[in-house]
């Protein structure tokens, strides 16, 4: 192997320990913010691992066809290092403000959705209501109307045909019809 293809390998090595670490930094800040359950928080860090090794291998393979050598080692060890050395605090504080900046985004446009569509709809749905209500009591009115204006025609003859129904309720052969009704209920 020559010595370019190592020069090379050691450079992807570095580069892919960097990387480890940005996705690592990424992951702890969000599991940290969002508070994840202990057991999605062990998934995830299997998942983590499980992608950083076959990122580590797919750089490995690109370097040089997947051979391990010591120098592999090292880059991956160089990488995480410079990472954390130089970038960790960077990142991490880039990504916390990469979160806040998704949150309030969202807040405003939950904002926006509220005040262009939730307002319009709950005014609309008041003037809905107000309308059923006046109409209502225009048709309440229209009845009460209606029914003083027909009083002659319906009272006059309720108050020929009360003292009829009264003799007709008290008369022997219903009492009789009643009793029985009444003693068939209790059995």
Known sequence: MNPAVQWLTLFYMILAGVTMGLAYDS??????KFNFPKWLNA?????YWLCAALFVFRMLYAGNQGQLRFYVFLGLFLGIWI??????????????????????????????????????????????????VLLGRILLFILKLLLRLTKPIWVLPVRWISPWLSRLKHSAWI???TGWITKWRKR
């Open 175 to 177: 009492v009789k019809i």
């Open 83 to 132: 990472y954390f050395l130089i970038f960790s605090v960077t990142v991490r504080r880039f990504v916390l403000m990469l979160i806040q900046s998704v949150q309030y985004m969202c807040r405003l446009l939950w904002r926006l959705v509220e005040i262009l569509i939730g307002k319009p709809l709950r005014w609309l749905w008041r003037l809905i209501i107000g309308l059923l």
């Open 27 to 32: 992951y702890r800040v969000l599991s940290l």
């Open 43 to 47: 998934m995830l860090d299997l998942l």
